[in-house]
C-alpha cells in the first residue's frame, strides 16, 4: 500500500488503525462549532473529541501529540482528504514520530466506516438530542459522552470476548 490506498486496511490490535474526522453542529445562537474525532479502530473507543468554534491543521497535530504521548503513534491514521488532513506540516509530522496516512478515495465514506460509523453514532445519541447554550456546554456535555461512550464500548467488547465472539 505504498499508494496511501486503505481499501483493504483492517485494524489488527490496538494502536494499529486510527481514524480521525470532522463533524459540525451549532450552539443555540446558531453559531458553528466543530469536532475532530479520533478513533481506535480496533478497541471503537473514542480516543479524543476536541470541540471549538474553529479547528485547523495546528489542532489536529494538537490532538494527536498528546495521544501520542500517552498512548504511542499508531501504525496508521485512516482520513478523507480534507485540507486539516493532508496539510504539509500535518503529514510531515505524523511521518516524523513513524506512523503513516491512510486516504480514503474522494467520495468514497464508506472506506473510512469505523469513524463514519461513530459520526453517525455521536450525531444520534448526542448532538441531535441537546441543545448547546454554549461553547462550554457542548464542551462538557461531548466530553461526558464520550466517557461513557468508551466505557460501554469497553463493558460490551469484555462481555463479547467472554463469550468468545471476539477472538
Keep these: 500500500m505504498n499508494d496511501g490506498s486503505c481499501v483493504r486496511l483492517r485494524p489488527e490490535h490496538p494502536n494499529h488503525v486510527w481514524s480521525y474526522d470532522f463533524v459540525q453542529d451549532r450552539t443555540h ?27 485547523a491543521s495546528t ?12 498512548r504511542g503513534p499508531p501504525v496508521f491514521i485512516r482520513s478523507d482528504n480534507g485540507a486539516e488532513f493532508i496539510a504539509k506540516k500535518v503529514q510531515g509530522w505524523i511521518g516524523a ?5 491512510a486516504f480514503i478515495e474522494p467520495g468514497s465514506s464508506w472506506e ?6 461513530f ?19 457542548a464542551q462538557i456535555l461531548i466530553e461526558r459522552w ?3 461512550y468508551c466505557w460501554a464500548t469497553n463493558t460490551m467488547a469484555g462481555a463479547d470476548n ?4 471476539w477472538g
Design 59 to 70: 489542532d489536529v497535530i494538537d490532538a494527536l501529540t498528546d495521544l501520542f504521548i500517552l
Design 146 to 148: 464520550r466517557r461513557h
Design 112 to 117: 473510512n466506516g469505523y469513524c463514519e460509523s
Design 29 to 55: 445562537d446558531g453559531r458553528l462549532f466543530r469536532t475532530l474525532n479520533i478513533i481506535d479502530e480496533f478497541t471503537k473507543e473514542a480516543l479524543v473529541i476536541r470541540v471549538n468554534r474553529k479547528l
Design 119 to 137: 459520526n453517525a453514532r455521536f450525531r444520534d445519541e448526542l448532538l441531535d438530542a441537546e441543545v448547546f447554550y454554549s461553547l462550554r456546554e
Design 162 to 165: 467472554q463469550l468468545g465472539r
Design 97 to 101: 514520530v513513524g506512523a503513516k496516512t
